[in-house]
């Protein structure tokens, strides 16, 4: 009954972050996390196995004032002139 509890505030807190302008990619990086594994998350298809620390990690992340920039780029995709 707690994970479920601790499941719905992942998901509402995932929720409440996107509606802020973080996207999923900017979320699991700073959670260090795949994208795919945050998808899961908000779609209730899988349950983090250190529920507590990640929903510490989201409070942490609510509270900063810049969003990163939305879109991504991974090292080496922009060519340079």
Same mark, same amino acid.
């Given at each position: 009954?707690?994970?479920?509890?601790?499941?719905?505030?992942?998901?509402?807190?995932?929720?409440?972050?996107?509606?802020?302008?973080?996207?999923?990619?900017?979320?699991?990086?700073?959670?260090?996390?795949?994208?795919? #594994?945050?998808?899961?998350?908000?779609?209730?298809? &899988? =349950?983090?196995?250190?529920? *507590? $620390?990640?929903?510490?990690?989201?409070?942490?992340?609510? #509270?900063?004032?810049?969003?990163?920039?939305q879109? &991504? =780029?991974?090292?080496?995709? *922009? $060519?340079?002139?």
């Amino acid at each position: 009954m707690i994970l479920c509890k601790l499941m719905n505030d992942i998901q509402e807190k995932l929720n409440e972050l996107q509606e802020k302008g973080w996207t999923v990619a900017a979320l699991a990086e700073e959670l260090g996390q795949a994208r795919v #594994t945050l998808d899961k998350w908000r779609y209730g298809e &899988r =349950y983090p196995a250190n529920a *507590k $620390a990640i929903m510490a990690m989201l409070d942490g992340i609510s #509270t900063k004032k810049r969003i990163p920039k939305q879109r &991504r =780029y991974t090292k080496g995709s *922009k $060519a340079t002139k």
